[in-house]
């Protein structure tokens, strides 16, 4: 367990109204940041540190370590919570998975946790009550990670938080959560002067965020054009990095170039991105997660449901659904682009909880990408992004035990991600059915 | 080394893509069940298609899912007649009216989850408004959690008028109440005294049953036990003071009756910090309780003399007893009831006393799957009621922890 003093120190930094060390020295910046680093993933893990100690053995036939590597034939150990070793010898087994496939809880670094169809079935109902919302909400997280997905990146809303804090509790059964709390929405001007952004940063991390999210373009179907400044970008990113935040930026092609060299950590969706952009990114070791097709698919098949709700129209969807070659070709030209880290998050809103692993059919079927390689995204690459590699994303004495397993082989078939039979995290079984009887949530069929 | 093991055993071909599970039949295969009535059946399947049971025992069918139960003791999933499901401490107090809905709801869902993992598929809620958005949601069949009957906001002397609590009553119907639930009497620890007057009771009985709404009176004194069986309302609360007289007019009328023996005052003294000052939570309240543990343990054992009166299993579960809804069952089984009767007591007697007892309460063709398996036999040592590592709710399964888990985890 690792709470104490240090642990205190940091929630301390969490809270509304903390004093924050606003102006460090130039000298000692990198120190700060880097100790700021290692004190948030230490938190997060003292946070989720759990109480169990009697060992548990999972046998498995096929286990992935998250890092592209299948090991046969061997088991893990898991105690207090943790991956303890992988020992093919482990006596007595606890939960016998040989002949489904092992493997590390898979991270999606880019949700919308709490976004669902409200009681009259739509995006948007006015009559829905907070207690209403925030059922939903727990019901998204609770189908997250029925279907495989032990950590996610919510960005987000205010109302993660708490949701984000009851799962940490170990109450409510979800995924681990990182959010970005209060999203910087508006663009240009309106998203306020270079000043105004790093204030805007400092109070989002006292409300509670994990991470930052920037828009640097409009909409794809607004053009992409870009909508932050270099000087707005730089504010956002440097400040970020101060704090010791990473940053999400929404950016279409045109806003590839500013985001990277504002020094941001991740690119979203990226569509319209040229070859020149990629290799940018890959450079600059700036994290990419364009989308293959999920985001759309559910918008499509949803369409009623948005319909007549803010912007959308018959017409948008038309339009909508036209973007899905674009998206194709960005995801390809990216996984082609030597050194280009590119990681797995899905943008699922309303009517995508549940369903995230449809990413990986797109990305795989559709885009061509390696199957290893997918998994890997989700894994160990997607933590990494996060800076948690030592606490989840791959099989490895030390790390929290979230371990799922799948009815088939992903690396045969892509479509054996629809099937998980398995799902423990922090060390807690929070699924575990039989082949043939994986439950089907209304809503949240494949 | 026996193991709980997800899929058949043997070389078996892998099975083709699948189609909704709940098209296909799944077998449950145990050594002992409990079918709630009494009976105990030995080495048998329990067949469930859909989300009920179809048959028990017979051929399996080649090829079916198969949960191998073997080893552990199987029961219908157990019932809670009275958990006030939202109460929940926040920074380790009881929360308030003050504390956002957005906080509030997540602690319930959270309170929901361990009294599902603790075995317990059905409560009732004696009651709040909000009780209905936790049930709808439950409802829907996604999130974990028990099925909820709720009350809403409850009755008391103070809803008005005989006239004015017909309507009330009506009221309630509309808004979605399962049942009804009315303060006859003062709490435990203000000493129970009839609060309604008889005619306030009748009015709250007389329409519900109108309207076919049973009522749950909260009544610890023998004049408002009395009462409230003569008014034809269907179970008594809690009656820590109730005598013989007052047992034998409740059999003869058969009310139900729901002490609460081994988890709502154990619970309150184990907490008491995070109750003190709060309401009528005070330090003569709490002296109260520590002496009512006795009183309410000797009226249980008084009323198991009564072998025609139907007793129910309610735990009275507030902020702090959430998932620990069997403490209630080990308590009485101490006391001295028999625990096969203590069973069906928290399965068919009191599926019964809601009007369910077509649907839940019992393993037997035509009832919902609601299942669960303990490791160990509670009937043989009331202890192992702890440790429930398999609920089945609705043919789903949402809890299948090996053998030795000692329970659900996160209870703890």
């Not at chain 1, 909409?219 to 704090?243: I, M, R």
């Not at chain 2, 509309?174 to 303060?183: H, R, S, V």
Request: overall charge negative; proline content about 5%.
């Amino acid at each position: 367990m690792l709470r104490g003093a240090r642990f205190r120190d940091m929630r301390a930094w969490n809270r509304k109204g903390a004093q924050d060390d606003e102006k460090p020295s130039k000298h000692s910046s990198m120190l700060r940041i880097l100790k700021t680093a290692v004190i948030a993933a230490v938190a997060v893990a003292a946070a989720w540190a759990n109480a169990q100690d009697r060992p548990v053995v999972i046998a498995a036939s096929t286990l992935f370590d998250g890092k592209g590597q299948a090991f046969h034939n061997t088991r893990v150990v898991v105690q207090g919570g943790k991956i303890l070793r992988v020992d093919p010898n482990a006596e007595p087994i606890t939960y016998d998975l040989r002949g489904f496939t092992v493997l590390p809880g898979w991270i999606d670094t880019h949700v919308h946790i709490n976004d669902h169809f409200g009681p009259n079935g739509r995006a948007q109902d006015s009559k829905e009550t907070p207690a209403q919302a925030v059922l939903a909400g727990a019901t998204d997280a609770f189908v997250t990670l029925m279907a495989g997905f032990t950590t996610v990146q919510s960005v987000g809303q205010p109302g993660d938080v708490p949701l984000r804090d009851a799962i940490t509790r170990g109450e409510i059964p979800g995924p681990r959560i990182l959010t970005a709390a209060r999203p910087l929405d508006e663009r240009g001007p309106a998203a306020g002067t270079p000043e105004q952004i790093r204030e805007y940063v400092r109070q989002v991390k006292a409300e509670g965020a994990d991470l930052i999210k920037i828009f640097a373009t409009t909409t794809l179907l607004e053009g992409g054009k870009v909508t932050l400044s270099q000087e707005q970008l730089d504010a956002a990113c440097d400040e970020a990095k101060k704090q010791g935040l990473r940053t999400l930026v929404h950016a279409y092609g045109p806003g590839i170039r500013p985001t990277t060299l504002a020094g941001c950590t991740q690119i979203e969706h990226g569509t319209l991105g040229t070859d020149d952009d990629l290799r940018l990114m890959a450079e600059r070791g700036v994290y990419f997660d364009p989308q293959a097709g999920f985001v759309i698919e559910n918008y499509v098949a949803n369409k009623d449901r948005y319909i007549g709700s803010g912007n959308d129209t018959e017409e948008r969807f038309a339009r909508i659904a036209k973007i899905l070659p674009l998206d194709h070709d960005i995801f390809q030209r990216a996984i082609a682009t030597p050194h280009l880290k590119v990681v797995f998050g899905t943008d699922a809103v309303a009517g995508a909880a549940g369903r995230n692993a449809e990413e990986f059919i797109d990305r795989v079927r559709d885009c061509g990408q390696d199957r290893m390689a997918a998994m890997v995204s989700a894994n160990s690459l997607a933590a990494e992004s996060m800076r948690l590699e030592s606490e989840i994303g791959s099989i490895a004495p030390g790390l929290q035990a979230d371990i799922i397993a799948l009815d088939g082989d992903p690396l045969q078939d892509i479509t054996a991600v629809r099937n998980v039979v398995f799902v423990m995290k922090g060390g807690v079984v929070y699924k575990n059915v039989a082949r043939g009887a994986i439950p089907r949530y209304a809503g949240v069929e494949p | 080394m026996l193991r709980l093991l997800g899929f058949m055993l043997g070389a078996v071909a892998l099975f083709p893509a699948l189609a909704a599970a709940q098209d296909r039949a799944i077998i449950l295969k145990a050594s002992t069940v409990l079918d709630g009535k009494g009976q105990i059946i030995h080495d048998t399947v329990i067949v469930i298609e859909g989300s009920k049971i179809s048959r028990i025992g017979g051929e399996v069918p080649a090829g079916a899912i198969t949960y191998d139960l073997t080893g552990l003791t199987v029961t219908p999933g157990w019932i809670d007649t009275h958990s006030h499901i939202l109460w929940h401490f926040d920074n380790g107090r009881l929360a308030g009216k003050n504390e956002p809905p957005l906080q509030a709801m997540l602690h319930a869902v959270d309170n929901a989850v361990r009294t599902l993992n603790a075995g317990f598929t059905t409560i009732q809620s004696p009651g709040a408004p909000d009780d209905k958005y936790l049930r709808d949601a439950i409802a829907r069949g996604v999130i974990p959690g028990p099925q909820i009957r709720t009350s809403l906001e409850p009755l008391s002397e103070e809803s008005g008028t005989p006239d004015k609590i017909r309507e009330l009553v009506r009221e309630r119907k509309q808004q979605g109440a399962d049942f009804i639930k009315i303060f006859a009497s003062k709490s435990i620890r203000e000493g129970g005294a009839q609060t309604m007057t008889d005619a306030q009771i009748q009015a709250a009985c007389g329409e519900a049953k109108s309207l076919g709404l049973r009522v749950l009176v909260h009544a610890h004194s023998t004049a408002s036990a009395k009462a409230a069986t003569l008014a034809g309302c269907t179970a008594i609360e809690h009656g820590a003071y109730l005598t013989d007289d007052v047992f034998d007019l409740m059999a003869q009328n058969g009310t139900y009756y729901d002490p609460n023996i081994g988890l709502v005052l154990q619970n309150y003294l184990a907490n008491k910090e995070k109750f003190l000052g709060i309401d009528n939570y005070n330090e003569e309240g709490f002296a109260f309780m520590e002496k009512d543990v006795e009183i309410v343990r000797d009226t249980f054992q008084k009323a198991l003399k009564h072998k025609d009166l139907k007793i129910v299993y309610g735990t009275d579960a507030v902020a702090g007893a959430h998932g620990r809804n069997y403490e209630e069952f080990i308590a009485r089984v101490n006391a001295g009831q028999d625990p096969m009767e203590a069973l069906e007591s928290a399965t068919s007697i009191s599926a019964e006393s809601m009007g369910m007892q077509d649907q839940i309460g019992s393993i037997a063709p035509g009832m919902e799957a609601n299942i669960v398996a303990f490791d160990g036999n509670p009937v043989e040592d009331a202890s192992a009621a702890r440790r429930a590592i398999f609920v089945m709710k609705g043919g789903r399964v949402y809890e299948n922890l090996a053998r030795g888990s000692e329970g659900p985890q996160r209870n703890k």
